[in-house]
């Protein structure tokens, strides 16, 4: 039977004790989750949730496609990248088709944190040097090089203080509560460079230039028009390489863009890539040059037991073959237009709602309590999503200051659910919470 809410705070007290406590649980009282449908997710009393916050299901929970071919896979063949099969061969072509010239090759891995840790690696072992330029606020995976690389103190208040010293990371491009705001914007890309040239000047020129190409995790912010053409013209000029880290932003959830670096006109030398490749199932990739793979290995060495095995890649074709069915990306862009309006017709109304940020179903609703000084609400955001939940929407706080709504729902998500979050979300900031 389902557990009642004793069954539910035991499972909670079990998790406790058996999961390292550092992987923190959302809600002080979850629900406890039993499956997934679409945009839906369902508790143990069948009560359903709208969730807002999953950008690793584009195509929503339980999608029978990549169930059917995972499952018909894992009945046939899995095994590891080093035996011939056509599916690898397959997906990475499929892969390096989605990507402009001359990025043609492609390295399988199983998540986001491997993939930002291997394309640093790939940039240390290409250009033989051990600096690494990236951006505060970020967050790029767990593993050593790519938690090196991640500043944001949303979940680590230590982060600054503990990162290597190979790492040198610039100032936040935001635009709204930065040192830069609005048109002033386009000035953090010309210190972002002057910090790549002083690195140079001083002897330590680095490997490369690693950041989200849209900034996810800092709240949904799209880069100043400009920022990556400029920092990527000087990391290259001081012979550095450019690091795309398209683990959010990328696969179509702009809407207009399929890759975050198009919407700022450039082509990365290093593409990172995950999360909605596999619609859940562990996969992400590193997409680079055949040269710039070819010298990692001179210094590196590269092999995953399941990265690329045939399950994982025909999930991800599986993936693939559902975007174009489904139109996910033109449907991101139409229907982010729409909700973005929405949430911006409550921001008339609603002075809690500072800005709403973002691009095709990637936004941001920053909550201030007050708009001159953009105080950041972080109490009342925690307080809302409490709410939110009661009221059967998921959605969970982000950014440094965790007082932005991380609007990211699958990219199937219809237009009624998208209308009930707005109708939630007025709601709460009307009645209170
Ligand atoms: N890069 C970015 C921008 C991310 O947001 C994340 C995950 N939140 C990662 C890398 C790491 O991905 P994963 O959790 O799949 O290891």
């Known amino acids: 039977g389902a557990p009642d809410s004793t069954g539910r705070r035991e499972l909670l007290e079990r998790r406790n004790a058996a999961f390292a406590e550092v992987q ?115 967050y790029h995976g767990w593993t050593y090089a790519s938690d090196a690389v991640s500043t944001s103190t949303a979940d680590n208040p230590n982060a600054l203080e503990t990162r290597p010293d190979w790492v040198h990371a610039v100032e936040a491009p935001n635009p709204f509560r930065g040192r830069y705001r609005g048109a002033d914007a386009t000035r953090y890309a010309p210190e972002a460079a002057a910090r790549i040239r002083e690195l140079a000047d001083s002897g330590r020129p680095p490997a490369a230039f690693i950041a989200e190409t849209f900034t996810g995790n800092a709240g949904g912010i799209p880069l100043p028009d400009g920022y990556l053409a400029e920092v990527y013209a000087a990391v290259r ?71 690329g095995s045939p399950a994982s890649s025909v999930a991800g074709m599986a993936v693939l073959d559902a975007y174009a069915a489904d139109g996910l990306q033109a449907h991101a862009a139409a229907l982010g237009r729409q909700l973005k309006r929405d949430l911006e017709e409550l921001a008339t109304r609603h002075p809690l709602i500072g800005t709403v940020h973002g691009l095709g179903l990637y936004l941001g609703v920053e909550f201030v309590r007050d708009r001159e000084t953009l105080e950041p609400a972080t109490e009342e955001t925690r307080a809302i999503c409490d709410r939110l939940l009661e009221l059967g929407v998921i959605m969970q706080p982000t950014g440094d200051h965790q007082n932005v709504l991380k609007t990211k729902p699958p990219l199937c998500i219809e237009p009624g659910s998208a209308d009930y979050f707005v109708e939630m979300l007025d709601r709460v900031l009307t009645e209170g919470w």
């Open 237 to 307: 000029e001081a012979g550095g390489l450019a690091i795309a880290d398209e683990v959010q932003a990328g696969y179509g959830r702009l809407g207009d863009w399929f890759w975050g670096f198009e919407q700022q006109g450039v082509v990365p030398d290093v593409i990172a890539v995950a999360k909605a490749m596999g619609n859940g199932h562990p996969l992400g990739a590193v997409i680079t040059t055949r040269e710039i793979a070819a010298r990692f290995r001179t210094q590196g060495y590269f092999f995953s037991s399941t990265g």
């Open 24 to 138: 923190e649980h959302y809600y002080d009282a979850p629900p406890q989750i039993e499956r997934g449908w679409r945009e839906h997710l369902v508790d143990t009393d069948a009560r359903v949730y709208l969730d807002m916050v999953n950008n690793v299901t584009p195509l929503g929970h339980g999608h029978l496609g990549v169930a059917a071919a995972v499952n018909r896979q894992l009945r046939r063949l899995n095994t590891n990248s080093r035996f011939n099969y056509e599916a690898v061969v397959e997906f990475s072509e499929r892969l390096a088709g989605l990507v402009p010239e001359p990025l043609d090759t492609v390295f399988l891995v199983n998540s986001g944190s491997e993939a930002a840790d291997l394309a640093i690696r790939v940039a240390l072992a290409a250009t033989g040097r051990r600096d690494v330029v990236s951006v505060l606020e970020a």
